[in-house]
């Protein structure tokens, strides 16, 4: 089954400046790319995806980018600001979502 | 966008006890719902596939007689942790599939999550 990693676990970063987070997956069948963001004691909340047939989205603040031929994709994250501390996931799916472990990001003052 | 909700929101139960959590997708048809678990700054991990109308599929590792499964209608799944014991205690997220769900669209959603205690 799908196997993804997730790197780096924790992430501090100074306000105002970018965060990334970089993720591979196991299973070339999977063809749908999500990232989630999970404040304390909530579900989930999707805040960016990406499809196996485009390389690069932008949302904002928020983009995301996928190589398929190595198998990994990567969070962008520009301009931070302190509501962006939260637990990051990123997930694949090709018939069911299945999540790296997540990373915990500090935005400091 | 679409909204799945969660009941309850919390629960405490003596060890012993069954405890069922509710999952609604609440302005669409949901044929498939996903049920997942996450224990304290851990991941969020699959435990079973429901399809309305037939049998749930488990995880490899999850008891399926401990964790039932039901999802007898396109708008409701439920989840009956059975004999629940303290390391049942956990954080349940269930997830609802768009009915209209292709492999080039996404509409899977979360709800809020169940956090359960048992003592």
């Known amino acids: 089954g799908e196997n993804v990693e997730q790197h780096p676990s924790t992430l501090s970063v100074q306000e105002g400046d970018s965060a990334v987070i970089k993720c591979t997956y196991s299973?070339?069948?999977?063809?749908?790319f999500p990232w989630y963001k999970q404040e304390l004691g909530k579900g989930p909340q999707l805040i960016i995806d990406?499809?196996?047939?485009?390389g690069e989205k932008k949302d904002q603040r928020i983009a995301v980018t996928l190589n398929k031929t190595a198998k990994h994709f990567s969070l962008h994250i520009t301009e931070t600001q302190p509501e962006d501390s939260a637990v990051y996931f990123c997930?694949?799916?090709?018939?069911?979502?299945?999540f790296g472990k997540g990373t915990r990001l500090h935005i400091l003052p | 966008g679409a909204v799945v909700s969660q009941h309850p929101s919390w629960v405490i139960c003596k060890s012993g006890t069954s405890v069922k959590i509710e999952c609604r997708s609440l302005d669409f048809q949901a044929t498939t719902m996903f049920w997942y678990r996450q224990f304290p700054k851990q991941s969020l991990m699959l435990m079973a596939t429901?399809?309305?109308?037939?049998?749930?599929?488990?995880e490899q590792g999850v008891e399926k007689d401990k964790f039932l499964i039901n999802h007898a209608s396109l708008t409701l799944s439920t989840l009956t942790v059975t004999s629940a014991h303290p390391e049942d205690s956990s954080f349940y997220i269930c997830?609802?599939?768009?009915?209209?769900?292709?492999?080039?669209?996404?509409?899977?959603?979360f709800g809020p999550g169940t956090r359960l205690l048992v003592l």
């Open positions: 299973d070339s069948a999977s063809n749908y």
């Open positions: 990406i499809r196996s047939n485009v």
């Open positions: 997930a694949a799916r090709d018939d069911k979502i299945i």
């Open positions: 997830s609802a599939r768009d009915p209209f769900w292709t492999s080039s669209q996404e509409t899977q959603y």
């Open positions: 429901s399809n309305e109308g037939s049998k749930a599929t488990y």
